[in-house]
């Protein structure tokens, strides 16, 4: 029985008529204010805007909130895909089992470090690690062995300081296996909430268990993990209904075991070959309602992060900085070995999960967030400090992690400007960074901290943090 999210009652509500008016839009904008979310039933009510002005008004909302909570940072990092293997059909998804033209591929460990070399050379510290839910004769230990290749790799550049993952369900006991290794948030998405919708695109292999999927991240907090991501491919079912979804599962995390999950991610549904439902999705999302999806879960859930991928393209990354994102990936590619052969992305077919709408490579992404006023971020100071799960969210809700994020956000800048970026970046950059310190931060004590740090950096030193 599913006892986290009410079909039925999701689908009554989203059919009742709901009277907008500017006073009532006002007030619940108002207490979003508080720092503390809002209800159920205030957002459907925001879910109902179509007022431009009111969307401003929301959009703005959004804006104040995450630059609150967060400051005016992104924090970024590149998807390492080690695997398109997968036993499931998925009717959306190019790794899909039936996809015969598909290249498949599982990387060694020697690939996997080469990846990782690529990486720390281009200037990245935080990767996503992913893969097909099918592995090698391995097994499970083909992840754990991958997850420690990673690690390992040590480079004159740096090496990668946190690594997330995003690979197939787990039973409690192997959650246990995986929670023995040094990985930050376990991220898992359920594609679509919306049971008969999912049971229709999901035709065979494990996936198609609905519960089983749902009952995920249970599972991982019962095995003591701290952080856990989830999301929504949003296109597949009403975009509407998928919020209130997300919001459910929220709720129960937090009835359940105290917190919610450390991250929402929002992707579209994309091209993908091999899958003429993704040319066509059931339910497409326009930009506009890309933009109100965002802001909404923003302000629902103020004090979780919020991650935008490559699929959307330049101008819409630069329109989700201001709504609420938190976090980016760049430079990206979305098959095995694709950063030793960045040109294996094309033609179709050569074992990537999805087309890219953002095929920038790192310091060109960089250089437009700078000229627009964001710090990136590559910290990962809380993970190592041990500021997880129940520690962050303490910070996280009343505002207070930007106290730390902010500074170190601006140490890890200082060390790709010293290591990675070109004459223009670099003098753009650490002006930005001196802007910051003087408009942002409020004690001097506090600013004096940060140069001092940012002046070590440029002396050599590597891993600065608060």
Same mark, same amino acid.
């Given at each position: ?5 009410n079909?039925?009652?999701?689908l ?11 006073? @009532?839009i ?9 720092l503390?979310? =809002?209800?159920?039933?205030?957002v ?9 002005? &009111?969307?401003?008004c929301l ?5 104040w909130?995450k ?8 924090? %970024? ?13 998925? %009717? ?19 690939? =996997? ?14 990767? %996503? !690690? ?6 090698t ?12 290749s ?6 004159? $550049? ?7 993952v995003?690979?197939?369900?787990l ?6 296996e ?7 948030t ?13 049971k $229709?695109?999901h ?22 993990? /701290? ?27 937090e ?5 919610g999950?450390?991250? *929402? ?11 003429? *439902? ?17 802001a909404?879960l ?8 919020i ?12 329109d989700?900085?201001? &709504?609420? =994102? ?22 179709e ?5 999805f087309? &890219?709408?953002?095929?920038?490579? !790192? ?5 437009? *967030?700078v ?12 993970y190592? &400090? ?10 996280? @809700?009343?505002?207070?992690? /930007? !106290?730390?994020? !902010? ?17 223009e ?9 001196e802007?910051?310190?003087? $408009? ?13 740090? *940012? ?12």
């Amino acid at each position: 029985m599913n006892k986290i999210i009410n079909n039925n009652k999701l689908l009554k509500e989203l059919e009742e008529d709901i009277q907008i008016s500017t006073s @009532k839009i006002d007030e619940i904008l108002a207490k979003a204010k508080e720092l503390r979310g =809002i209800s159920h039933n205030e957002v459907l009510t925001l879910l109902k805007i179509e007022d431009k002005e &009111l969307l401003n008004c929301l959009y703005e909302t959004a804006k104040w909130i995450k630059q609150e909570i967060y400051g005016k940072r992104l924090v %970024l990092f590149a998807p390492l895909y080690i695997s398109n293997l997968c036993k499931n059909e998925c %009717l959306y998804c190019a790794f899909r089992r039936a996809n015969k033209k598909l290249i498949r591929k599982a990387l060694s460990q020697e690939e =996997i470090r080469e990846e990782v070399e690529i990486l720390l050379s281009q200037g990245h510290k935080r990767v %996503l !690690l992913v893969a097909g839910e099918a592995y090698t004769d391995e097994g499970l230990n083909y992840i754990f062995n991958s997850i420690e290749s990673v690690y390992r790799v040590k480079t004159d $550049k740096g090496n990668i300081r946190r690594l997330n993952v995003n690979i197939a369900p787990l039973s409690v006991e192997e959650f246990k296996e995986l929670n023995k290794y040094s990985i930050g948030t376990y991220q898992l998405f359920q594609e679509t909430y919306h049971e008969e919708t999912y049971k $229709k695109l999901h035709i065979g292999g494990p996936k198609t268990d609905y519960l089983y999927r749902l009952e995920t991240m249970d599972r991982a907090l019962k095995a003591g993990l /701290k952080d856990v991501g989830i999301g929504v491919l949003f296109g597949l079912y009403d975009w509407r209904y998928e919020i209130l979804a997300i919001l459910s599962h929220i709720n129960h995390l937090e009835e359940n075991f105290g917190l919610g999950p450390h991250t *929402i991610s929002v992707p579209r549904l994309e091209p993908a070959f091999g899958s003429e *439902i993704s040319y066509k999705p059931p339910f497409p999302v326009c930009d506009e309602d890309f933009k109100k999806i965002i802001a909404v879960l923003r302000i629902a859930v103020p004090y979780t992060g919020i991650i935008l991928s490559t699929r959307e393209n330049e101008q819409m990354r630069r329109d989700a900085f201001t &709504l609420g =994102i938190s976090q980016i990936s760049a430079g990206s590619r979305t098959n095995p070995g694709g950063y030793k052969h960045p040109d294996s992305e094309t033609p179709e077919g050569m074992g990537s999960q999805f087309s &890219l709408g953002d095929i920038r490579p !790192l310091q060109d992404v960089i250089k437009d *967030i700078v000229v627009h006023g964001y710090i990136p971020s590559f910290c990962t100071a809380c993970y190592r &400090l041990g500021r997880v799960g129940k520690d962050f969210m303490d910070l996280a @809700k009343p505002g207070l992690i /930007k !106290l730390h994020c !902010l500074p170190n956000a601006m140490t890890t800048f200082a060390e790709y400007l010293e290591d990675f970026a070109d004459e223009e970046l670099k003098k753009n950059g650490f002006n930005l960074i001196e802007k910051m310190i003087e $408009k942002d931060v409020a004690k001097d004590e506090t600013k004096n901290k940060i140069r001092k740090m *940012i002046q070590e950096v440029k002396s050599g030193k590597r891993d600065m943090y608060i």
